[in-house]
């Protein structure tokens, strides 16, 4: 399985065009405009679009994922925009992030493998400094029925490894909620993400 996972983002992530685009998600814009620059990790990166925004307005940008596609593009695409970020690959436990090493950790689409994924958002929330922000977006539980109509969406079609605002409040259940909540949206990220979806939005500050 785990595999597989790997071959199917490198398959993804090895294409020509940015498969979501090389624009910043729009809650994450939102969001991110909010806060006072620092240190900010974006786990599951992918092709890099975030991270290189970040960057752009001043954070010391960190970011993973597993493929080395994405890892490829997302340096490429930080180039050209004239911003430096660190890009690692491989599983979290391994990449030698510190406690309270960062002021925010954004989770854009981060659908991790539901046997990894509370594992982890829990070693995540020890890499976040106390009083750091989480933003968080990624499709509901509610997707699949937008999934099936329009597959030109995006997003993954196993249930397991979509979310709930129950399993969020769980995971992160010491911090503070500025924003949670279960809205339909319009996407047009790239080719990846284009229509009408279901997601899940979450702003939260750690105790």
Do not use: C
């Not at 397991?160 to 047009?188: A, G, P």
């Amino acid at each position: 399985m785990a595999n597989d996972w790997l071959k199917m983002w490198n398959a993804k992530f090895g294409q020509k065009e940015y498969a979501y685009g090389t624009q910043p998600n729009d809650y994450l814009k939102e969001k991110l405009g909010t806060l006072p620059t620092g240190s900010i990790l974006f786990p599951a990166e992918g092709e890099g679009r975030n991270a290189v925004y970040a960057a752009q307005l001043g954070w010391k940008v960190s970011a993973f994922d597993i493929s080395k596609e994405g890892q490829k593009k997302a340096l490429k695409l930080a180039k050209k925009k004239q911003v430096s970020i660190d890009y690692e690959i491989g599983e979290l436990a391994n990449l030698g992030y510190k406690p309270e090493q960062f002021d925010a950790i954004a989770l854009i689409y981060a659908h991790f493998p539901p046997n990894i994924r509370s594992d982890y958002h829990k070693l995540l929330h020890t890499y976040l400094k106390k009083g750091g922000t989480i933003i968080f977006e990624a499709f509901s539980k509610a997707h699949l029925d937008y999934k099936k109509k329009n597959p030109n969406v995006g997003g993954p079609g196993n249930p397991d490894y979509l979310f709930s605002m129950e399993e969020l409040q769980s995971d992160f259940s010491d911090y503070e909620i500025l924003d949670l909540k279960q809205t339909t949206v319009q996407l047009n990220e790239g080719d990846g993400h284009v229509g009408t979806g279901s997601v899940i939005r979450f702003l939260a500050r750690k105790k």
